[in-house]
């Protein structure tokens, strides 16, 4: 049985372990989620190279008796420094690197989950403080589509009935699930019984661009622009879908 094994990975977390020691884990093209121990103390070179947003060609080796991993060498190729010399970049990626690892890795797509988290953190690299919000809902959307839990973003979910390009749809945080007013039983001019029914309104703005960027590299998505009002709507809809997903919010979701 083989036991050394080489993969494309990102890092996404580093705990410590024990007195010297730290676990790490990745998104690996390859096998998805990975746990392996990085050994060594403070003057381990392991200690600057295996750390969250880096990307490059990981060494482990596999013993198959206890099923443990160790990290052998690590090769850096991408460094990412501009994501900690910005905060929101910083909280931004953190949000991303959380919703991946809550997801385990998007469950089996793996080349497709790793090209879509390395090329968002790619953008984000440089991106503006008011484009990092825009990534992350753009990132939560297309990640709901590895899910396969992305709703029709301009259809009724009851009536199947396409929503004219000024109308409204509206979304049902405990369903999940997208209804025209008429399928919903509530107005939208109707605030009060949104708000105990827990619907949130989408309005054709965010329709539109939630259609217009969904097939885009995250590196265009800043020539995007949204409104602070549909921006809002936005970022509740890809929330609620992926806490639905993943049955929990993530905390770093309100620093972004």
Avoid at 50 to 65: A, D, E, I, K, T
Avoid at 143 to 171: M, Q, Y
Wanted: proline share 4%; aromatic share 10%.
């Amino acid at each position: 049985m083989e036991r050394h094994h080489t993969y494309s990975a990102l890092v996404l977390r580093v705990r410590p372990s024990g007195e010297s020691n730290r676990d790490a884990w990745f998104l690996t093209q390859e096998e998805g989620i990975l746990k392996a121990t990085v050994f060594g103390g403070p003057k381990s070179k392991f200690r600057a190279l295996v750390s969250p947003f880096h990307q490059g060609r990981l060494w482990v080796y596999h013993n198959p008796v206890r099923d443990s991993r160790k990290l052998t060498d690590f090769d850096v190729q991408s460094w990412r420094l501009g994501i900690r010399e910005n905060y929101q970049r910083t909280m931004t990626a953190g949000a991303i690197l959380e919703v991946i690892l809550a997801s385990q890795g998007s469950g089996g797509n793996w080349t497709s989950a790793w090209d879509r988290a390395n090329r968002t953190l790619d953008a984000l690299d440089q991106a503006d403080e008011e484009v990092c919000i825009r990534l992350f809902i753009h990132f939560l959307w297309n990640w709901a589509l590895l899910l396969g839990l992305r709703p029709l973003i301009n259809h009724c979910a009851s009536c199947t009935c396409e929503a004219p390009l000024d109308g409204l749809l509206l979304w049902n945080n405990y369903e999940r699930t997208l209804y025209c007013p008429s399928c919903a039983g509530v107005l939208p001019e109707d605030p009060g019984s949104m708000q105990r029914r827990e619907w949130l309104v989408l309005g054709p703005g965010v329709r539109r661009w939630l259609g217009a960027v969904e097939n885009q590299d995250p590196a265009v998505v800043a020539r995007y622009t949204l409104d602070s009002r549909s921006l809002g709507q936005a970022k509740a809809l890809v929330t609620s879908i992926m806490a639905g997903a993943l049955g929990k919010g993530i905390s770093g979701w309100d620093r972004v």
